[in-house]
């Protein structure tokens, strides 16, 4: 079987037309990426570097302004064949989600209705799912509450009794309770405290193990990646600017941005001082010309201003969109 | 500013249409000013004429000519919709600013004293009002009242903005430098809270103006003072719509109509100006 | 349960307070004016001649009594509050000697039924095409009607329920346009009886609910195109839960609790919106006995009728905020 997910020359702009005039602003900028079966697949880079609105439009979670482009989301569910998300009829799409493709959000302190107790938002997510009858759901949920140790009753709970760790790990349940193939996980620990934050990870990992699902794992903390992924991406400026297996990518990054990503994680017993990259990342409505990177690369060359690099694999399984990298300067 | 104004005028159809309607209203009521029978007199053209070239919206029972007796009821009403709104809004941004800057208890208090003249039904008391006094009722008397108990609903829409305000650097930076409570209220917090009074003035107008009429329409003000609430009491004083003299009564409730749509219209254009979500959902839809 | 009881307390407190305050005003009114409210009324109540010279001592001992124009100011204060706590308003003096209770007893249920069945279909209503406005944003049917509620709504009340009136009193009288039930007709639980109440009061209704639906039709709309926003709206729309039960459990749901605080917050002023329709279309209660009132000089009456209506309106606050816990679990934890 072919890879579980292959996104091609994805791009999504947000197209806004105010006071007469179009605007765009190129989030995702002609992406190319593709995920294995049963493996943890990282997506790095600073905020507003456009992994969240990639993943949104992976999962067909968008609205206008923002549209898809041009491109394609092949995702291939067991057996099924690959198939563009963005081709599947209504019923189709709901059949898919949370069956085949859940998803776990981004501040996920609120992605729990509030008004409502946890068991229906249970019902609500995965009762159709599971061709089960009501009790025999309710005992699943529960057994499942279970692995991620949560006690049945939270869900007699509003969402405000319980704590922020307790809430994540609902969320968490709440996502992976149809075993679902593929797990969308935007920066689901970026709220909690470290403590918390390793249980929680953990558990994530225990169940993508366990069900052999394929996840999508996003944040910017580079720490979390380096314990948790299989392979890892890194976005910059709305395009993947390299990606390699994480052991191979932490061992020897080929970008340069990477590279700073890199250093400047905090390591026990190095006390050199940390240098921030200089300048801003660049507004995406207007982004530089050439490689987006060169204005605040420090190996910046002339042809980096004019032409765009283009992603090459130079080891096996690690590509990189970089001139120097391509020259053989490492950075 | 002017480049605000202008931007409203080009994309905000409710925008403009509002300045519309409201230029064509004070138009009319500032024609009052030339205006060529005493407001006050009656009998001094012929009775109950249709709309004609010589009187454009005909004459009244009482020997008025509708247009001109208009000319001056809107200009009374607006009048009174803006001092309603000026001295209401000195109240509110007084409680609302104070409120919101001390916090605490006294923000608790406030807001509850604040929530009872919100919930408290102003109708029947003005009417109590307008029975105690009778005759020395007057438009200022009436005019205080009601801002008096009309505050209450914008005080605390300007409390929840000085709220945020108080957690920002600036007010703290400001009350460091020196500056007391009341510095930094009127010189730091106020400009923050203006487009909000503007916006609440035009439904305050709006609200007062309603009140007016409806008083005047049952009888309970000073109705020898014209008014669009005087002009339909007295029509209906004299059955007007029963004997067809329809446009004693259709003059009166267009202008006001047109009046509150105006008011109304700017209140939401400028609102959406104000809020960044709903300008946001115009960009998305555009 | 805790939570609960503290909220309770909360709310009991701010009913109070307006309690409090509204008859406060109503006293302030009464008092600090430099009219004699008993010579007046005994002067208006009298101009209509044969009235007994025992009569009238009589009604000056009573309006003294009730005014409290007689002992210090805080003798005063506290006989106008006494009057109020026992419910006695005295006699009313237009329909002398009936009682002023009696006649706000006759005509309040006209009132509470009107403004019940006005409020509760504006406000469902104005809730229910609002909600469906902000979530189906395209649909061209609920534009326009956002249009229409937009036109409306700054229109007050008296204005239009004239103009209902003179589309279905004058050129298209098809209803009544007067009174709560066929002249003739003896009140009881008959089906021809209650038929003509329906009847008499679809155009008083319908100018309430035509003007009361605008503002919770706008402010459902802007409500739930926030809510629509919200992670948990997003969340479900991506677990892809059926439309329907997202509009439902998941937006209505949400965007309905603020809009039953502006319930208790707007109540006040509906009340007025039904004084005046019941002015326009003889409606036989508080508002036209408050008119009527006023005409007729009748002092005790207004201040009946006016403490009376802060009453009812607060405990009909008193009564939205006690239930509202059920729609919104949160503020048993705050």
Same mark, same amino acid.
């Given at each position: 079987?072919?890879?579980?997910?292959?996104?091609?020359?994805?791009?999504?702009?947000?197209?806004?037309?105010?006071?007469?005039?179009?605007?765009?602003?190129? #989030?995702?900028?002609?992406?190319?990426?593709?995920?294995?079966?049963?493996?943890?697949?990282?997506?790095?880079?600073?905020?507003?570097?456009?992994?969240?609105?990639?993943?949104?439009?992976?999962?067909?979670?968008?609205?206008?302004?923002?549209?898809?482009?041009?491109?394609?989301?092949?995702?291939?569910?067991?057996?099924?064949?690959?198939?563009?998300?963005?081709?599947?009829?209504?019923?189709?799409?709901?059949?898919?989600?949370?069956?085949?493709?859940?998803?776990?959000?981004?501040?996920?302190?609120?992605?729990?209705?509030?008004?409502?107790?946890?068991?229906?938002?249970?019902?609500?997510?995965?009762?159709?799912?599971?061709?089960?009858?009501?009790?025999?759901?309710?005992?699943?949920?529960?057994? !499942?509450?279970?692995?991620?140790?949560?006690?049945?009753?939270?869900?007699?709970?509003?969402? !405000?009794?319980?704590?922020?760790?307790?809430?994540?790990?609902?969320?968490?349940?709440?996502?992976?309770? +149809?075993?679902?193939?593929?797990?969308? #996980?935007?920066?689901?620990?970026?709220?909690?405290?470290?403590?918390?934050?390793?249980?929680?990870?953990?558990?994530?990992?225990?169940?993508?193990?366990?069900?052999?699902?394929?996840?999508?794992?996003?944040?910017?903390?580079?720490?979390?990646?380096?314990?948790?992924?299989?392979?890892?991406?890194?976005?910059?400026?709305?395009?993947?600017?390299?990606?390699?297996?994480?052991?191979?990518?932490?061992?020897?990054?080929?970008?340069?941005?990477?590279? !700073?990503?890199?250093?400047?994680?905090?390591?026990?017993?190095?006390?050199?001082?940390?240098?921030?990259?200089?300048?801003?990342?660049?507004?995406?409505?207007?982004?530089?010309?050439? +490689?987006?990177?060169?204005?605040? +690369?420090?190996?910046?060359?002339?042809?980096?201003?004019?032409?765009?690099?283009?992603?090459?694999?130079? #080891?096996?399984?690690?590509?990189?969109? +970089? !001139?120097?990298? #391509?020259?053989?300067?490492?950075? | 500013?002017?480049?605000?104004?202008?931007?409203? %005028?080009?994309?905000?159809?409710?925008?403009?249409?509002?300045?519309?309607?409201?230029?064509?209203?004070?138009?009319?009521?500032?024609?009052?000013?030339?205006?060529?029978?005493?407001?006050?007199?009656?009998?001094?053209?012929?009775?109950?004429?249709?709309?004609?070239?010589?009187?454009?919206?005909?004459?009244?029972?009482?020997?008025?000519?509708?247009?001109?007796?208009?000319?001056?009821?809107?200009?009374?009403? %607006?009048?009174?919709?803006? @001092?309603?709104?000026?001295?209401?809004?000195?109240?509110?941004?007084?409680?609302?600013?104070?409120?919101?800057?001390?916090?605490?208890?006294?923000?608790? %208090?406030?807001?509850?004293?604040?929530?009872?003249?919100?919930?408290?039904?102003?109708?029947?008391?003005?009417?109590?009002?307008?029975?105690?006094?009778?005759?020395?009722?007057?438009?200022?008397?009436?005019?205080?009242?009601?801002?008096?108990?009309?505050?209450?609903?914008?005080?605390? $829409?300007?409390?929840?903005?000085?709220?945020?305000?108080?957690?920002?650097?600036?007010?703290?930076?400001?009350?460091?430098?020196?500056?007391?409570?009341?510095?930094?209220?009127?010189?730091?917090?106020?400009?923050?809270?203006?487009?909000?009074?503007?916006?609440?003035?035009?439904?305050?107008?709006?609200?007062?103006?309603?009140?007016? @009429?409806?008083?005047?329409?049952?009888?309970?003000?000073?109705?020898?003072?014209?008014?669009?609430?005087?002009?339909?009491?007295?029509?209906?004083?004299?059955?007007?719509?029963?004997?067809?003299?329809?446009?004693?009564?259709?003059?009166?409730?267009? %202008?006001?109509?047109?009046?509150?749509?105006? $008011?109304?219209?700017?209140?939401?254009?400028?609102?959406?100006?104000?809020?960044?979500?709903?300008?946001?959902?115009?960009?998305?839809?555009? | 349960?805790?939570?609960?009881?503290?909220? /309770?307390?909360?709310? /009991?407190?701010?009913?109070?307070?307006?309690?409090?305050?509204?008859?406060? =005003?109503?006293? /302030? &009114?009464?008092?600090?004016?430099?009219?004699?409210?008993?010579?007046?009324?005994?002067?208006?109540?009298?101009?209509?001649?044969?009235?007994?010279?025992?009569?009238?001592?009589?009604?000056?001992?009573?309006?003294?009594?009730?005014?409290?124009?007689?002992?210090?100011?805080?003798?005063?204060?506290?006989?106008?509050?006494?009057?109020?706590?026992?419910?006695?308003?005295?006699?009313?003096?237009?329909?002398?000697?009936?009682?002023?209770?009696?006649?706000?007893?006759?005509?309040?249920?006209?009132?509470?039924?009107?403004?019940?069945?006005?409020?509760?279909?504006?406000?469902?209503?104005?809730?229910?095409?609002?909600?469906?406005?902000?979530?189906?944003?395209?649909?061209?049917?609920?534009?326009?009607?956002?249009?229409?509620?937009?036109?409306?709504?700054?229109?007050?009340?008296?204005?239009?329920?004239?103009?209902?009136?003179?589309?279905?009193?004058?050129?298209?009288?098809?209803?009544? &346009?007067?009174?709560?039930?066929?002249?003739?007709?003896?009140?009881?639980?008959?089906?021809?009886?209650?038929?003509?109440? &329906?009847?008499?009061?679809?155009?008083?209704?319908?100018?309430?609910?035509?003007?009361?639906?605008?503002?919770?039709?706008?402010?459902?709309?802007?409500?739930?195109?926030?809510?629509?926003?919200?992670?948990?709206?997003?969340?479900?729309?991506?677990?892809?839960?059926?439309?329907?039960?997202?509009?439902?459990?998941?937006?209505?749901?949400?965007?309905?609790?603020?809009? =039953?605080?502006?319930?208790?917050?707007?109540?006040?002023?509906?009340?007025?919106?039904?004084?005046?329709?019941?002015?326009?279309?003889?409606?036989?209660?508080?508002?036209?006995?408050?008119?009527?009132?006023?005409?007729?000089?009748?002092?005790?009456?207004?201040?009946?009728?006016?403490?009376?209506?802060?009453?009812?309106?607060?405990?009909?606050?008193?009564?939205?905020?006690?239930?509202?816990?059920?729609?919104?679990?949160?503020?048993?934890?705050?």
């Amino acid at each position: 079987m072919g890879p579980i997910l292959a996104v091609e020359g994805l791009k999504a702009y947000y197209q806004m037309r105010y006071f007469g005039t179009l605007r765009e602003v190129r #989030a995702v900028d002609d992406i190319t990426l593709e995920i294995q079966r049963d493996e943890i697949y990282g997506l790095a880079g600073e905020s507003s570097s456009g992994k969240s609105t990639l993943i949104k439009t992976i999962a067909r979670a968008i609205r206008p302004p923002l549209n898809v482009v041009d491109g394609a989301v092949r995702f291939d569910f067991a057996g099924q064949g690959p198939r563009d998300i963005y081709t599947l009829s209504a019923p189709e799409l709901a059949a898919t989600r949370w069956r085949h493709l859940s998803y776990i959000m981004q501040g996920s302190m609120n992605v729990l209705n509030p008004v409502r107790r946890i068991r229906h938002s249970f019902v609500d997510f995965a009762f159709r799912h599971m061709s089960l009858p009501m009790p025999a759901f309710l005992r699943r949920v529960e057994e !499942h509450l279970g692995h991620l140790s949560l006690r049945p009753d939270v869900l007699e709970s509003f969402p !405000h009794e319980l704590s922020g760790g307790m809430r994540q790990r609902v969320t968490i349940a709440l996502a992976t309770v +149809c075993r679902p193939d593929f797990i969308i #996980a935007d920066e689901p620990t970026t709220a909690l405290d470290v403590v918390v934050q390793k249980g929680v990870l953990e558990m994530i990992r225990r169940l993508q193990r366990e069900m052999g699902s394929s996840v999508l794992f996003v944040t910017h903390d580079m720490a979390v990646h380096a314990n948790l992924t299989d392979r890892l991406g890194i976005m910059y400026a709305g395009r993947l600017v390299e990606e390699a297996p994480t052991r191979a990518l932490f061992r020897q990054p080929l970008h340069p941005y990477t590279a !700073h990503l890199i250093r400047s994680l905090p390591r026990i017993g190095d006390d050199t001082p940390r240098h921030g990259l200089e300048g801003r990342p660049p507004n995406l409505a207007s982004p530089p010309p050439g +490689c987006r990177f060169h204005p605040r +690369c420090p190996l910046a060359m002339e042809v980096c201003q004019q032409t765009t690099p283009v992603m090459q694999e130079l #080891a096996p399984g690690h590509r990189v969109a +970089c !001139h120097a990298a #391509a020259q053989g300067i490492l950075p | 500013m002017w480049k605000i104004l202008r931007d409203l %005028l080009r994309y905000n159809w409710e925008f403009t249409a509002g300045v519309i309607l409201l230029a064509g209203v004070t138009i009319v009521a500032l024609l009052s000013f030339v205006s060529p029978y005493p407001p006050l007199d009656v009998y001094v053209v012929a009775p109950d004429l249709p709309p004609s070239m010589e009187h454009w919206l005909g004459t009244t029972s009482r020997g008025q000519d509708v247009f001109w007796q208009l000319s001056v009821a809107i200009r009374n009403t %607006l009048a009174f919709g803006i @001092v309603v709104a000026l001295i209401s809004r000195v109240i509110a941004l007084a409680v609302g600013l104070f409120a919101g800057y001390a916090g605490g208890p006294v923000d608790r %208090l406030l807001m509850s004293v604040n929530d009872t003249f919100i919930v408290v039904p102003i109708f029947p008391i003005l009417v109590l009002f307008y029975f105690v006094m009778r005759d020395q009722m007057s438009w200022g008397l009436l005019a205080l009242v009601a801002a008096c108990l009309g505050w209450a609903y914008d005080a605390r $829409l300007i409390r929840s903005i000085a709220l945020s305000l108080k957690t920002r650097e600036f007010t703290a930076q400001s009350a460091f430098s020196g500056m007391n409570a009341g510095e930094i209220v009127t010189r730091e917090h106020l400009p923050y809270v203006m487009p909000v009074v503007f916006t609440t003035t035009m439904n305050n107008m709006n609200w007062s103006i309603g009140l007016e @009429v409806t008083l005047s329409v049952l009888g309970f003000t000073d109705v020898n003072t014209p008014t669009i609430g005087g002009m339909i009491y007295w029509a209906n004083q004299h059955a007007a719509l029963v004997s067809g003299i329809w446009w004693w009564i259709a003059a009166p409730v267009a %202008l006001v109509i047109a009046v509150f749509v105006a $008011l109304f219209l700017l209140a939401v254009s400028m609102n959406e100006y104000i809020d960044p979500r709903s300008r946001l959902a115009r960009m998305g839809g555009g | 349960m805790r939570g609960y009881a503290l909220y /309770l307390f909360k709310r /009991l407190f701010q009913f109070c307070l307006v309690v409090f305050i509204g008859i406060n =005003v109503t006293y /302030l &009114i009464t008092h600090a004016t430099p009219i004699d409210p008993v010579e007046q009324t005994i002067t208006a109540a009298t101009a209509f001649g044969t009235t007994s010279p025992e009569a009238i001592a009589m009604m000056r001992r009573s309006l003294q009594d009730l005014y409290g124009t007689g002992g210090s100011g805080f003798d005063q204060w506290l006989a106008f509050w006494r009057r109020i706590v026992v419910g006695d308003f005295g006699p009313s003096l237009s329909a002398f000697p009936t009682p002023v209770s009696t006649l706000i007893r006759r005509a309040l249920p006209w009132t509470a039924g009107l403004m019940l069945v006005a409020t509760l279909l504006s406000w469902g209503l104005g809730n229910l095409l609002g909600g469906l406005a902000g979530y189906y944003r395209r649909n061209r049917l609920l534009k326009f009607a956002g249009i229409v509620a937009m036109g409306v709504h700054p229109v007050p009340y008296y204005i239009v329920a004239f103009v209902l009136l003179i589309i279905f009193g004058y050129l298209w009288p098809v209803l009544p &346009i007067t009174g709560a039930y066929a002249q003739g007709l003896q009140p009881g639980f008959s089906l021809e009886f209650a038929g003509s109440v &329906i009847r008499h009061s679809l155009l008083p209704t319908a100018s309430l609910v035509l003007v009361g639906i605008g503002g919770w039709f706008m402010g459902m709309r802007s409500l739930v195109s926030n809510v629509v926003t919200e992670d948990y709206t997003v969340y479900a729309e991506l677990a892809g839960v059926r439309r329907r039960r997202i509009l439902g459990a998941y937006v209505m749901r949400n965007a309905l609790a603020p809009q =039953v605080t502006g319930l208790a917050m707007t109540l006040g002023a509906i009340f007025n919106g039904a004084i005046i329709t019941e002015q326009v279309f003889g409606y036989p209660g508080l508002g036209s006995l408050l008119v009527a009132a006023v005409h007729a000089g009748d002092y005790s009456l207004v201040i009946g009728v006016t403490t009376v209506s802060i009453l009812a309106v607060s405990f009909a606050v008193l009564l939205v905020d006690v239930l509202y816990p059920l729609l919104d679990p949160r503020v048993q934890a705050r």
